[in-house]
C-alpha cells in the first residue's frame, strides 16, 4: 500500500509562503492522480487542488486559485503544494492523498481518496 509523508508546514505570518511535500513510498506513485486537503480546525476535510499522473493538468479549488501551485516529481516520487500569500483561513492540517477514481477535471472528494491518511503537515497563519 502507498505510504505518504507529508512535510513542510509550520507557523508562517499572513502574506507568507510555505512549500509544502509528500514524499510516497513506491515507485508506483508516477501512476496516481494525487491531490492534497486541507482540515481546519472544526471543520470537515475539504479539496485543495489535484495533479494528473503526469502531471500534465491541476485543478484547484475556488478557494486558493491563483495562490497556490501543485506539482510533482515523478523521479523523486514527490508531489508539492507551493503556498503563497497565505491568509488566516489556510490554517489546518494538510493532507496528500492517491485519488482512486482517476483524473476530473474538478474538485475531488474525500471519498475519492485510497483512505490511507497520512499525519498531515500543520500549517498556521498567523494575523
Known amino acids: 500500500q502507498l505510504q505518504l509523508v507529508e512535510s513542510g508546514g509550520g507557523l508562517v505570518q499572513a502574506g507568507g509562503s510555505l512549500r509544502l511535500s509528500c514524499a510516497a513510498s513506491e515507485r508506483s506513485f508516477s501512476a496516481y492522480v494525487m491531490a492534497w486537503f486541507r482540515q481546519a480546525p472544526g471543520k470537515e476535510r475539504e479539496f485543495v487542488a489535484a495533479i494528473r499522473a503526469s502531471g500534465s493538468s491541476e485543478y484547484y479549488a475556488d478557494a486558493v486559485k491563483g495562490r497556490i501551485t501543485i506539482y510533482r516529481d515523478n523521479d523523486k516520487n514527490t508531489v508539492y503544494l507551493q503556498m503563497n500569500s497565505l491568509k488566516p483561513e489556510a490554517t489546518g492540517v494538510y493532507y496528500c492523498?492517491?485519488?482512486?477514481?482517476?483524473?476530473?477535471?474538478?474538485?475531488?472528494?474525500?471519498?475519492?481518496?485510497?483512505?490511507?491518511w497520512g499525519q498531515g503537515t500543520q500549517v498556521t497563519v498567523s494575523s
Open positions: 492523498e492517491r485519488i482512486m477514481t482517476g483524473w476530473y477535471n474538478r474538485e475531488q472528494s474525500t471519498a475519492s481518496a485510497s483512505g490511507n
